[in-house]
Protein backbone atom coordinates (compact mmCIF):
# COMPACT_ATOMS: atom_id res chain seq x y z
CA UNK A 1 0.00 0.00 0.00
CA UNK A 2 1.41 3.51 -0.72
CA UNK A 3 0.71 6.72 0.93
CA UNK A 4 0.71 10.22 0.06
CA UNK A 5 0.93 12.94 2.98
CA UNK A 6 2.15 16.52 2.57
CA UNK A 7 4.27 18.74 5.46
CA UNK A 8 4.61 22.33 5.34
CA UNK A 9 3.32 22.46 1.82
CA UNK A 10 0.16 22.56 -0.35
CA UNK A 11 -1.40 19.31 -1.41
CA UNK A 12 -0.08 18.13 -5.26
CA UNK A 13 -2.03 15.91 -7.45
CA UNK A 14 -0.72 12.97 -7.56
CA UNK A 15 -1.50 10.98 -11.43
CA UNK A 16 -3.95 7.90 -10.57
CA UNK A 17 -1.60 5.66 -12.04
CA UNK A 18 1.31 6.44 -9.70
CA UNK A 19 0.73 3.57 -7.37
CA UNK A 20 -0.19 1.02 -9.96
CA UNK A 21 3.55 2.00 -11.78
CA UNK A 22 5.39 1.91 -8.58
CA UNK A 23 4.32 -1.41 -7.49
CA UNK A 24 4.71 -2.66 -10.36
CA UNK A 25 8.06 -1.42 -10.44
CA UNK A 26 8.27 -3.48 -7.07
CA UNK A 27 6.86 -6.30 -8.85
CA UNK A 28 9.27 -6.32 -11.82
CA UNK A 29 11.78 -5.69 -9.35
CA UNK A 30 10.95 -9.36 -8.17
CA UNK A 31 10.13 -7.78 -4.62
CA UNK A 32 6.00 -7.18 -2.74
CA UNK A 33 4.96 -4.15 -2.13
CA UNK A 34 4.83 -3.31 1.70
CA UNK A 35 3.73 -0.64 3.65
CA UNK A 36 5.61 3.02 1.86
CA UNK A 37 5.36 6.17 2.47
CA UNK A 38 5.64 9.01 0.79
CA UNK A 39 6.04 12.47 2.59
CA UNK A 40 6.14 15.41 0.63
CA UNK A 41 7.76 18.41 1.95
CA UNK A 42 9.75 22.22 1.13
CA UNK A 43 13.28 22.32 1.48
CA UNK A 44 13.39 23.46 5.38
CA UNK A 45 11.37 20.41 6.56
CA UNK A 46 13.93 18.03 4.86
CA UNK A 47 16.73 19.87 6.38
CA UNK A 48 15.59 18.74 9.40
CA UNK A 49 15.34 15.51 8.86
CA UNK A 50 18.40 15.25 7.32
CA UNK A 51 20.22 16.89 9.99
CA UNK A 52 18.39 15.12 13.01
CA UNK A 53 18.17 12.17 11.47
CA UNK A 54 21.67 11.51 9.08
CA UNK A 55 23.74 14.21 10.72
CA UNK A 56 23.91 15.97 7.15
CA UNK A 57 23.41 19.64 6.71
CA UNK A 58 22.67 20.49 3.69
CA UNK A 59 19.56 20.19 1.44
CA UNK A 60 18.53 16.99 -0.57
CA UNK A 61 15.51 16.00 -3.11
CA UNK A 62 14.93 12.74 -1.28
CA UNK A 63 15.93 10.74 1.79
CA UNK A 64 14.51 7.02 2.03
CA UNK A 65 14.21 5.45 5.27
CA UNK A 66 14.29 1.09 4.90
CA UNK A 67 12.18 -0.71 6.63
CA UNK A 68 12.29 -3.61 4.14
CA UNK A 69 11.53 -7.15 5.44
CA UNK A 70 13.07 -9.73 3.46
CA UNK A 71 11.41 -9.25 -0.04
CA UNK A 72 8.39 -7.06 1.23
CA UNK A 73 9.46 -3.84 0.31
CA UNK A 74 8.34 -1.04 2.84
CA UNK A 75 10.09 2.27 3.98
CA UNK A 76 8.95 6.22 4.65
CA UNK A 77 10.28 8.70 1.35
CA UNK A 78 10.69 11.81 1.91
CA UNK A 79 10.63 14.33 -1.05
CA UNK A 80 11.17 18.25 -1.35
CA UNK A 81 9.15 19.10 -4.05
CA UNK A 82 10.79 22.25 -4.42
CA UNK A 83 14.23 20.91 -4.86
CA UNK A 84 12.37 18.33 -7.55
CA UNK A 85 11.39 21.68 -9.22
CA UNK A 86 14.63 23.39 -9.15
CA UNK A 87 16.57 20.20 -10.61
CA UNK A 88 13.75 19.81 -13.41
CA UNK A 89 14.78 23.82 -14.14
CA UNK A 90 18.06 23.02 -13.66
CA UNK A 91 18.72 20.18 -16.07
CA UNK A 92 16.12 21.54 -18.60
CA UNK A 93 13.61 18.81 -17.56
CA UNK A 94 9.96 18.21 -17.22
CA UNK A 95 8.64 18.61 -13.63
CA UNK A 96 6.61 15.78 -13.99
CA UNK A 97 9.71 13.28 -15.38
CA UNK A 98 11.77 14.77 -12.62
CA UNK A 99 9.33 13.91 -10.16
CA UNK A 100 8.87 10.61 -11.36
CA UNK A 101 12.35 10.18 -11.17
CA UNK A 102 12.97 11.05 -7.85
CA UNK A 103 9.47 8.40 -6.84
CA UNK A 104 11.38 5.32 -8.66
CA UNK A 105 14.34 6.65 -7.08
CA UNK A 106 13.30 6.15 -3.60
CA UNK A 107 11.58 2.92 -4.53
CA UNK A 108 14.78 1.77 -6.27
CA UNK A 109 16.78 2.22 -2.79
CA UNK A 110 14.56 0.56 -1.04
CA UNK A 111 14.77 -2.24 -3.73
CA UNK A 112 18.48 -2.73 -2.99
CA UNK A 113 19.59 -0.60 -5.62
CA UNK A 114 22.51 2.13 -4.02
CA UNK A 115 24.18 5.67 -5.67
CA UNK A 116 27.56 5.84 -3.57
CA UNK A 117 29.78 5.18 -6.84
CA UNK A 118 29.88 6.05 -10.48
CA UNK A 119 28.92 2.76 -10.94
CA UNK A 120 26.33 2.55 -8.92
CA UNK A 121 24.88 5.88 -9.75
CA UNK A 122 24.87 4.60 -13.46
CA UNK A 123 22.75 1.16 -12.85
CA UNK A 124 20.58 3.40 -11.07
CA UNK A 125 19.92 6.15 -13.33
CA UNK A 126 19.64 3.35 -15.97
CA UNK A 127 16.89 1.58 -13.73
CA UNK A 128 15.16 5.07 -12.95
CA UNK A 129 14.91 5.77 -16.67
CA UNK A 130 13.75 2.67 -17.63
CA UNK A 131 10.59 2.51 -15.57
CA UNK A 132 10.11 6.37 -16.28
CA UNK A 133 9.11 4.93 -19.52
CA UNK A 134 6.46 1.98 -18.04
CA UNK A 135 4.62 5.40 -16.73
Same mark, same amino acid.
Given at each position: MINYFFENINP???? !???? /??? /?? #???? /?? %?? !?GKI?? =??CDDDYLLKVNQDF #????? *??? =? =?? *?DY??? %?TISG? =? *??SLPRILDNASTLSQDFEKEFNRVLAHGILHLCGYKDKTEEEQIQMRTKEDFYINQF
Open positions: KDIH !PKTS /EWL /EN #LIIS /EN %KK !PNY =IF #LDHDY *FTD =I =IT *FVKG %KD =I *FV
